[in-house]
C-alpha cells in the first residue's frame, strides 16, 4: 500500500498539511525512505535557522513565508536524502479550505480569491511541484466547484473529500452524483460504526473511487485503522509523521501484518492502481 502523512507541514495559510508519498514497490519494511525523509528535513530546517518542533500529528511546525517555500524544503529534504521528488517520493496535500473559505471566497496569501482563482492556484502547485493527491481542495459545501476542480484537475491527481464527505455514505452518494472528487478519507470513528465504514468503503470502490484510511489529529495509540486499510485493500493510510508513539504504532502495526502474511504481503500499486475493496 502507499504511505500519505510520513513528514508534514502544518498550517500554511493555504495548505494546512503537505505530505511525502513514497511511490516505491514494496511493503511496509521499505517505509525506511519515510524515517531517511523525516531526518533529512529536520536538518534541513536546522540548517535554515528554522523552528523543528512538531505539530499534533508529529509534523514539523516551523514559521515560513509561504505555501511554495514549504514544498521547496520538502523537495530539497526528499533528494537530500538520496531519493528523486516524483520517481521515488511525490507530495500530497491537505488544504483544509473550509477553513479558508467566508462569504464564496477562499482567504490566502493575504488577500480573498474566487473559487475559480483557487482552482487554478491548486493547479499551479500540480504543475511547479510532484504532487499526486490534493484532500479537502474546497469547502465542504462547494459542491459546484468541486465540480470545476474534478474536471480541472481530477486525470491528473487524487482528490480527497474529507470535510467533503466525513465518512458518509450519503454525502458521498452526492459527491458520486456530482462527479466531485475522486477519493474518499476514511475515519471510522467519524462515522461511528464498522458497518457503515465498510458500506461506504464499498460504495466508493464500486464508483472508482480511491479510500484512504486515515488517523485523527487526537489520536491512540489504537491500531485498528491499520488492519482495516489491509483488510479492505484500501491501498492508503494516512497516519501521521514517524514521530510521537500514537503515530508510530500505526507502522510498526503494519510492519507485523506484513510478518504475518509473508509472501502474501504484495505491493498494491501507486495511487489509483491498487485493488478494490466490495461487500459481498
Known sequence: ??????????????????????VRKGCPSDRGWGAEVFSSLSKVLQGKGLLTGVGDEGGFAPNLGSNQEALDLLILAIEKAGYAPGEQISL???VAATE???EGQ???DGAAHSP????????SLVNSYP???????LDEEDWDNWQLLE???????????????????????????????????????????????????DLAGRNRYTSVISHRSGETEDTTIADLAVATRAGQIKTGSLCRSE?????????????????????????GMGPKFKLG
Do not use: H
Request: glycine letters at 8%.
Open 247 to 271: 503515530r508510530v504504532a500505526k507502522y510498526n502495526r503494519l510492519l507485523r501484518i506484513e510478518s504475518d502474511l509473508g509472501d502474501r504481503a504484495v505491493y498494491a500499486g501507486t495511487i
Open 92 to 94: 500530497a496535500l491537505d
Open 1 to 22: 500500500w502507499t504511505v500519505v502523512g510520513i513528514s508534514e507541514f502544518f498550517d500554511l495559510g493555504c495548505v494546512r498539511k503537505i505530505s511525502q508519498n513514497p
Open 116 to 123: 475559480a482563482e483557487m482552482v487554478d492556484y491548486l493547479a
Open 100 to 102: 479558508l473559505y467566508k
Open 131 to 137: 504532487i499526486v493527491s490534493i484532500e479537502d481542495g
Open 106 to 108: 477562499y482567504t490566502y
Open 151 to 201: 474536471k480541472t484537475l481530477g486525470d491528473r491527481v487524487q482528490l480527497v473529500g474529507d470535510d467533503l464527505f466525513v465518512t458518509n455514505i450519503t454525502r458521498l452518494q452526492k459527491g458520486i452524483d456530482q462527479k466531485a472528487g475522486n477519493s474518499i478519507l476514511i475515519k471510522l470513528n467519524q462515522i461511528g460504526t464498522l458497518t457503515e465504514t465498510l458500506q461506504t468503503i
